[in-house]
């Protein structure tokens, strides 16, 4: 008989093998990068939205995700006679809000005004409006963007988009999976697809009047500097405004 040889058994690759778990646990500590410098640059955005919209320097005059265009035509006088109304750095303090002149630009940063340790209630949707003007004959074009920090309209959208896509994904994949047989199973999915609908509707409501808030807020705060650049008792036309 020939002596016995014994063959080297190759490292086992399988489900619970070391090679499996060292696998297993690099794509999970790829996953926590991941997240982690995801959730350093949206700090990183919030901060950037805090320090934009919190300056009324030119650079931020026109940072923010735009949401609605107003425009306007007013009797105002020359554009000189308006950088007159604000003071030498260009600014021009309103009772609910304060705006800034940059020359070069011909443009005006209006800001509600937001004292700290206020009472009212403030939002995660601050306004802020960006307004171009140039000279149309004896007319001035006032062109009024509203402009919300994009943190806050990344975060709106990523929110709707989770609810919406899940409560879809979730009554596709509960159909598909034979959750519509029985009657039990019938109610089951849809009462699990009605508290998805409502969560998505709660949302859109609580976006809405915050955005009503926020918005007359920086209404009022425009009307003071219409009312500034025009005059005292002077007639106001309408403006006209739409959606971008």
């Not at 794509?27 to 919030?46: C, E, Q, S, Y």
């Not at 020359?78 to 304060?98: C, K, M, T, Y």
Request: with cysteine; hydrophobic share 45%.
């Amino acid at each position: 008989m020939g002596e016995g040889r014994t063959t080297p058994r190759a490292s086992p690759k399988g489900i619970g093998s070391p090679f499996e778990r060292r696998r297993c646990c690099a794509i999970v500590r790829g996953m926590l990068a991941v997240g982690l410098f995801a959730v350093v640059l949206f700090l990183l955005l919030v901060l950037g939205d805090w320090m934009h919209f919190t300056s009324l320097s030119a650079s931020a005059s026109q940072y923010g995700c735009g949401v609605t265009r107003l425009e306007e035509r007013l009797k105002l006088p020359s554009l000189a006679v308006i950088s007159g109304r604000f003071d030498q750095e260009g600014l021009l303090n309103l009772p609910h809000g304060v705006a800034r002149w940059f020359q070069e630009d011909k443009r005006i940063l209006l800001r509600p005004q937001y004292r700290m340790f206020s009472l009212r209630f403030r939002t995660a949707w601050p306004i802020k409006g960006t307004i171009d003007l140039h000279e149309d004959g004896d007319l001035a074009c006032l062109t009024c963007v509203n402009r919300i920090p994009w943190s806050s309209a990344i975060m709106t959208l990523l929110w709707f988009a989770v609810v919406g896509l899940g409560t879809v994904g979730f009554l596709v994949a509960y159909a598909v999976q034979g959750g519509m047989t029985s009657l039990g199973s019938l109610l089951t999915g849809l009462a699990v697809t009605a508290v998805g609908v409502l969560v998505f509707f709660f949302g859109l409501i609580t976006v809405s009047l915050a955005y009503r808030l926020e918005n007359e807020r920086l209404t009022q705060a425009y009307k003071e500097l219409r009312e500034a650049l025009l005059g005292a008792a002077e007639a106001l036309p309408k403006h006209i405004s739409r959606a971008t």
